[in-house]
T-cell receptor
């Protein structure tokens, strides 16, 4: 089942902060965050694993609440280059969920000067 | 290191035709996944291959098929094209692709397919 992202869109001024949420109805093993700019490939930002391990981008942080199957991506002191569509992808830990990422519909982030 | 390469970048086909898309993964990566991206549905998983074996498949009709070669390159095929197949098709590669390997997928720029 597709995770739900919120908000669908957000507009910021440079320097402002934003939080993007990702919620799943299924037990998760990991949550992956990607950013996609128009006409480009999605770029990996962050992976959060069950148990708390994180790997990712220096200026972006994220959290993963395993009990609630929720993840949040925190963008602080936003820059113009942060603009794009952010996707969370979830990886389950049961048969049928292996070896695949199920993505949310995305959050369009626009950072204005 | 070269990234994931998808060819062609753009395709225009008519209804009823067949199309084959190609994906060359990052050197050393053995897992290749395919996704369909549309404005309304976002990224939808098609299938994943590892060592020439399909390990998982999304909810797409049998017209969508794929395969992987011994050098890890992958192709996907769509037969009897429909208007609704118009989309950006993305492939992603990862080292192993298993849950235990903290699977990070790296995406190609995609093939944009237009069906007229």
């Amino acid at each position: 089942q597709q995770p739900v992202q919120s908000p669908q869109a957000v507009i910021l001024r440079e320097g402002e902060d934003a939080v993007i949420n990702c919620s799943s109805s299924k037990a998760l093993y990991s949550v992956h965050w990607y950013r996609q700019k128009h006409g480009e490939a999605p770029v990996f930002l962050m992976i959060l694993l069950k148990g708390g391990e994180q790997k990712g981008h220096e200026k972006i942080s994220a959290s993963f609440n395993e009990k609630k199957q929720q993840s949040s991506l925190y963008l602080t002191a936003s820059q113009l280059s942060y603009s794009g569509t952010y996707f969370c992808g979830t990886e389950g830990n049961s048969g049928g969920s292996n070896y695949k990422l199920t993505f949310g519909k995305g959050t369009l982030l626009t950072v204005n000067p | 290191k070269a990234g994931v390469t998808q060819t062609p970048r753009y395709l225009i086909k008519t209804r009823g035709q067949q199309v084959t898309l190609s994906c060359s993964p990052i050197s050393g990566h053995r897992s290749v996944s395919w996704y369909q991206q549309t404005p309304g549905q976002g990224l939808q998983f098609l299938f994943e291959y590892f060592s020439e074996t399909q390990r998982n498949k999304g909810n797409f009709p049998g017209r969508f098929s794929g395969r992987q070669f011994s050098n890890s390159r992958s192709e996907m095929n769509v037969s009897t094209l429909e208007l609704g197949d118009s989309a950006l098709y993305l492939c992603a590669s990862s080292l192993v692709g298993s849950l235990l390997a903290k699977n990070i997928q790296y995406f190609g720029a995609g093939t944009r397919l237009s069906v007229l």
